[in-house]
């Protein structure tokens, strides 16, 4: 995900989207669990829902679930990206199934899949590139080779809107875009924990180094390893934490290109900014920038000899996936086995539709849309929308603690928020990119050359739009600050998300939920630092910052408090964003759910299969997020994620809403009840 955004109508429109939605939701199909969108069988009825509402509505699935082989975690976003993969396979199976060259899909599926063809070329398609990299002789090379998007690299580059004027774009520089790409373990931590599985794992990651490089015929594979990790080593101690990494203001340094040098010495930036295939630039913004500070001062203290295994190394092993199966298993030994548990990994087939789906997400889009997202699913989750706007806006107005400049900033925010829902109706279709069946590695490269050059379009004009940064086949949502825009793939619109023949309270406590959090992101810690136009300024008075903190408190020591693993915590702090956007979420999904149905003439204390309306809401919030974790998993949240996992974000939630204790009857003594006094209330 590009790191300027977060990743899950008009009043005048409203009334025949209403229409639409009232048709949309009339008629129940038989194929929808319980019959209107809810999995009853997996439900505890016997447990008290206020003691721990998350196994009362998913005990069974829990309990008789299996997560797939290669999944440390397992839940009802992996299984709704699976059947979409399934769907993919089909039409790449039609793709497949047409001549030789008439389909760019096949093309580029069959250089992945083609695994004899690949093991017959050896390294020959990348020879060419590590015999460049091991003649390096200056920094400038180093410097130039970093810019490459497959490389390893202590900087990345990305071009995106301006965040303290968003009538322009910037080239960005900084370390999230690099996705990894600064060290080789997972975490930071790894590289700096005493205990005795984090030292063999490091142990491990060297070995994996030095059997790279002797595979590749470079010599000295052992002593190169070792120099890797203690390189490694050095930027990982640099790195922002994850609370700095999400904010804002901190992540925001505008400065000319010519002060670079002064503030970053040591590294070359004329030579890295020359090869991004960026055109030249006056003015970047520097995300990031203390870490690349840093880095930049390792990088002139490192050897050149060290740079170039590190080179070497982490390019054979980005590249691994498409080099010859010794490669493939040995990257799968260290990064799947032995640091994430696994035994087993996912088919080369499913593997190869990701492939496909990440490198020409649109075309894949488009087919999907037209063999499983018919026009009329669109309308539905279009018809839901005006009702989530109306609903936030009337929160916003009723916010006894806003100031009325900050209010009406924050209603000009909402009202001004696009929604981008299903898919757009531009989609590329790579014609300009050379695809061939038989050059895996070369069609990426072009890829990614034109992506950049799709980019530095925005460099020369201004006022051309951004395009969708996620595809229509992506099970996955986010917002955008700078934008102010929330997306919402038509991946993401499937059971038991959204179902345009589910129940309406279902629908809205799962989607609507999901996309009251997204919309929430404009408003969160975060998000309120960016006005109606996305543009990074103080626009919050002291005053109302003030009572907002004081609110984002009470959640922050909630969390704070949940220990999924014994003696380990979660960061309320750092997760604090994403359970402020869920809680945000459900309260406005609610308000939203209430207004559809006032709309309707539905009566929301009317029962199905003894559930009233805001009951079946709440359900539908609960059954999204069930999922399986391992310890590593659990492990791994705590220690990292923004999310966090899915118990909490059920239960954490519920707690502080008193709609739910009055649908469920929770009372004093249950072990979710929270007084009154001591719940979080946001808007």
């Not at 180093?142 to 995106?160: D, E, K, L, Q």
């Not at 490192?302 to 010859?324: E, G, Q, S, V």
């Not at 894949?364 to 609903?391: C, E, L, N, S, T």
């Not at 996955?476 to 129940?503: I, K, R, Y």
Request: glycine share 8%; with cysteine; charged share 20%.
């Amino acid at each position: 995900m590009n790191r300027a955004r977060r990743r899950l109508c008009t009043g005048l429109a409203l009334l025949p989207l209403a229409i639409a939605t009232q048709r949309a939701f009339a008629a129940p199909d038989a194929q929808t669990a319980g019959g209107w969108g809810i999995d009853l069988a997996s439900m505890q009825t016997g447990l008290a829902p206020g003691d721990d509402f998350y196994t009362y509505v998913n005990k069974g699935w829990l309990d008789s679930a299996v997560r797939p082989a290669g999944y440390a975690q397992y839940n009802e976003l992996n299984a709704m990206f699976l059947r979409t993969q399934a769907r993919i396979r089909a039409l790449l199976e039609d793709a497949v199934a047409q001549p030789p060259g008439s389909s760019r899909l096949a093309d580029l599926y069959t250089s992945y899949t083609d695994v004899a063809a690949i093991d017959r070329a050896g390294l020959q398609p990348i020879q060419a590139d590590l015999d460049a990299i091991m003649a390096i002789d200056s920094a400038d090379g180093v410097a130039a080779r970093m810019a490459h998007p497959m490389s390893h690299t202590i900087v990345g580059a990305y071009v995106f809107l301006d965040a303290g004027d968003t009538r322009r774009s910037l080239l960005h520089l900084d370390q999230q875009i690099a996705g990894g790409r600064v060290v080789g373990l997972p975490r930071a931590s790894q590289y700096a924990l005493t205990d005795a599985t984090s030292a063999a794992q490091r142990a491990a990651y060297v070995d994996y180094i030095a059997q790279t490089l002797t595979r590749a015929g470079i010599e000295d594979g052992a002593a190169r390893g070792a120099a890797v990790l203690a390189l490694e080593t050095r930027l990982s101690a640099v790195q922002w934490s994850a609370e700095w990494l999400r904010d804002r203001r901190r992540n925001y340094h505008l400065m000319p290109v010519s002060a670079l040098g002064a503030y970053a010495p040591g590294f070359p930036w004329a030579a890295y900014l020359a090869a991004t295939g960026h055109p030249p630039v006056d003015t970047i913004v520097l995300n990031t920038d203390t870490a690349i500070r840093d880095c930049a001062a390792i990088f002139a203290e490192t050897p050149l000899d060290t740079w170039r295994a590190y080179l070497a190394f982490h390019w054979i092993h980005n590249h691994a996936h498409l080099l010859p199966t010794p490669y493939q298993d040995a990257s799968f030994q260290f990064y799947g086995t032995t640091l994430g548990g696994q035994t087993t990994r996912r088919s080369r087939a499913d593997r190869g539709l990701q492939f496909v789906s990440q490198n020409l997400p649109e075309l894949v889009g488009a087919h999907y849309i037209a063999q499983v997202f018919p026009p009329d699913r669109r309308d539905a989750i279009d018809a839901m929308a005006p009702f989530m706007k109306q609903a936030f806006r009337t929160r916003i107005e009723a916010a006894d603690w806003l100031d009325a400049d900050t209010r009406a900033t924050a209603l000009a925010k909402i009202d001004a928020m696009g929604l981008r829902l299903g898919y757009p109706d531009d989609l590329r279709d790579y014609a300009d990119v050379e695809i061939s069946p038989t050059d895996p590695i070369g069609n990426i490269h072009r890829l990614l050359a034109a992506q950049v050059a799709l980019e530095s379009r925005h460099l020369m004009d201004h006022t051309l739009p951004y395009r969708w940064h996620l595809p229509p086949q992506s099970v996955d949502g986010s917002f955008s600050p700078q934008l102010n825009v929330v997306t919402f793939p038509a991946g993401l619109l499937q059971a038991p998300a959204f179902d345009a023949t589910a129940d309406a309270a279902v629908n809205f406590g799962a989607i609507g939920a999901v996309l009251g959090h997204e919309m929430a992101h404009g408003f969160d810690d975060q998000g309120s630092r960016f006005d109606d136009q996305g543009n990074l300024r103080d626009w919050w008075t002291p005053a109302t910052r003030a009572a907002f903190d004081a609110r984002t408190e009470v959640l922050v020591a909630q969390f704070d408090a949940y220990e999924p693993l014994p003696g380990a915590h979660l960061d309320g702090r750092r997760s604090l964003g994403e359970n402020l956007s869920d809680l945000v979420g459900v309260t406005i999904a609610l308000d939203a759910y209430r207004l559809y149905a006032a709309a309707h003439g539905i009566d929301t204390r009317a029962t199905r299969d003894g559930f009233t309306g805001e009951q079946r809401f709440f359900l539908g919030w609960a059954q999204l997020w069930r999922c399986l974790d391992s310890e590593a998993s659990l492990k791994s949240d705590i220690e990292q994620a923004y999310h966090s996992p899915a118990r909490y974000r059920v239960n954490g939630v519920v707690r502080n809403l008193q709609a739910w204790y009055d649908a469920f009857d929770v009372r004093e003594g249950n072990a979710l009840f929270v007084a009154p006094s001591a719940r979080a209330s946001i808007w």
